[in-house]
């Protein structure tokens, strides 16, 4: 399959779009609308005050929330020619500490809450104090600069320097190109097409997140559409900005399905704009796909990827099928594999479960500073994701599970999200997360906690034995307020795992 177009960088699709379309909305936030001359201009004049203070070659941290100055930071550095580290301005200095040591930065961006607070730890480790900018301090989104003068970075260059998750020890750095980064735009658009010039996509998950930059930020840039970005998620106002900025594209994640699902306005909502939707992040359930598509009218295709990747390597095309439970095919000039979980050897037969492998153009240069889960990580040219998949019959590809998480039970292999899927076909269950414990009988068991209403552990339990086989049943089964979630919306396994060995220690 031909790629559509395709540009050195990211800062590219932003002359591109300048250029076609100076005065059309590129960006919506609350009562902020910015047009493209206007975002450009500022990311000409920020990126040259960002290279007079000498980041080329090195990294910008940016601790910012939501906002019409995120993306101007961000590619204000890019075309400055440094690698940019985007971080979760919640963060604690604790989980900073052993990040932005490192990053080792030679500049950070904060939210001017985020920069009091942190002040401390950079002078702490010997970081220039950071610069506060953004709603309630400087606004970068104001600055006049030059857009013909815009300096456009070498596409081979390190682009993004992206954390992953950190749910349990310290988090990579996953170095990526700025090529990498445009390229994996336009192999997602190959299978997932948007409308050129006509793209309103609403972002309602963090910028610093590699989900929300990918399917909000560069989407809206290469279509030359508007990004409407929502500063703090909540289903009601999702559901509200979707109607009031006729919105035609949006990006979500399993978690935010199921609560806009569950909010009771969304059986009000005006979706006749909405054309196209996407899910990532973690496996979307059946039951959840074909009840969004139903209710809006819209497509829903479900994707693959990781941070590690750019960070797209598979979806459901467009235009079809939508193969409910699978994440669809490979994108192009993208090779995936399924390989032995302990040797690394393969590929295995189609069917058969074992781990994903990965390699294209997007596929990151290497992990910052760790050469020795690099060379885990990346063998031989292909990136040894660390997830289950397999094959089906008609060439599709699905997701069993993180290869961490799966459990072996008894000596039998278990995927906590077949137990998920299971318990999410019940009426009355809003969400589910299963879950490994260590169990001195059987090695491993399963726990599982449960959001549900009208219903008890015991008809759940039921249920279960009618669905799946006895070593598959949990051996706790929880109806729980609420489960504990990660900053950028996925389920904390990692958090729940922790209560459960508080339970057993207790």
């Known amino acids: 399959m031909t790629l559509p ?8 699709m932003l002359a591109a779009a300048f250029a076609a379309a100076p005065e059309r909305e590129a960006m919506v936030c609350g009562s902020e609308r910015v047009p493209y001359a206007r975002y450009a201009a500022a990311v000409e004049g920020f990126a040259r ?11 910008v941290a940016i601790l910012m929330p939501n906002s019409v100055d995120f993306p101007v930071a961000l590619l204000a550095a890019f075309a400055a020619g440094a690698q940019v580290a985007p971080l979760n301005p919640a963060y604690t ?31 702490e480790l010997g970081l220039p104090a950071p610069l506060a900018v953004g709603p309630g301090a400087r606004r970068l989104v104001e600055i006049a600069g030059d857009p013909a003068a815009l300096v456009m970075p070498d596409p081979d260059a390190l682009g993004l320097l992206q954390y992953t998750g950190g749910t349990t020890g310290v988090p990579k750095g996953v170095d990526l190109t700025h090529r990498a980064l445009a390229i994996n735009v336009s192999q997602r658009e190959a299978i997932v097409s948007t409308t050129p010039d006509e793209e309103r996509a609403l972002v309602i998950t963090p910028l610093y997140h590699a989900y929300a930059m990918a399917m909000g930020l560069m989407l809206a840039l290469y279509s030359r559409g508007t990004m409407v970005l929502l500063p703090r998620y909540s289903p009601e106002a999702a559901l509200a900005m979707i109607e009031a900025e006729r919105v035609t594209f949006f990006g979500g994640s399993p978690t935010i399905y199921h609560g806009l699902l569950a909010c009771p306005r969304v059986t009000r909502t005006d979706f006749s704009t909405l054309a196209l939707c996407f899910s990532g ?16 009218g819209a497509s829903l295709c479900e994707g693959y990827g990781q941070t590690e990747a750019g960070p797209v390597l598979a979806a459901n095309p467009r235009a079809g099928p939508h193969v409910a439970g699978s994440v669809g095919v490979p994108l192009p000039l993208t090779e995936i594999e399924i390989v032995d979980p302990a040797t690394g050897e393969g590929p295995l037969p189609r069917g058969e479960a074992g781990e994903i492998r990965a390699r294209g153009p997007q596929v990151m240069r290497g992990y910052r500073n760790r050469p020795e889960e ?7 040219g292909w990136l040894h994701t660390g997830d289950i998949g397999a094959f089906r019959p008609d060439g599709t590809l699905e997701i069993r599970d993180r290869k961490k998480d799966m459990a072996i039970v008894s000596g039998f292999n278990v995927y906590p999200r077949e137990i998920e899927e299971a318990l999410l076909t019940h009426p009355a269950v809003a969400e589910a997360a299963a879950y490994a414990v260590p169990d001195a009988r059987k090695g491993e068991v399963i726990h599982a906690c449960v959001v549900a209403q009208g219903t008890d552990v015991a008809s759940l339990e039921a249920h279960l034995a009618e669905r799946l086989v006895r070593y598959k049943l949990p051996a706790e089964l929880m109806l729980v307020p609420a489960i504990p979630k990660t900053a950028i919306g996925k389920i904390d396994k990692a958090a729940l795992k922790a209560a459960a060995a508080s339970r057993r220690a207790s």
Not at 5 to 12: E, L, M, S, Y
Not at 101 to 121: G, K, Q, Y
Not at 281 to 296: D, G, I, K, N, V
């Open 5 to 12: 177009q395709v540009h050195d960088t990211v800062v590219h």
């Open 49 to 59: 005050e960002l290279s007079e203070q000498g980041v080329a070659g090195e990294r």
């Open 93 to 123: 200095v604790h989980e900073l500490r052993p990040v932005l040591a490192d990053a080792a930065p030679r500049l950070v961006l904060a939210a001017p809450d985020v920069a009091e607070r942190i002040a401390p730890l950079c002078a």
């Open 281 to 296: 992040a973690s496996a979307l359930p059946e039951a959840t796909l074909r009840r969004w598509m139903e209710l809006t």
């Open 374 to 380: 690099t060379a885990e990580a990346l063998r031989d």
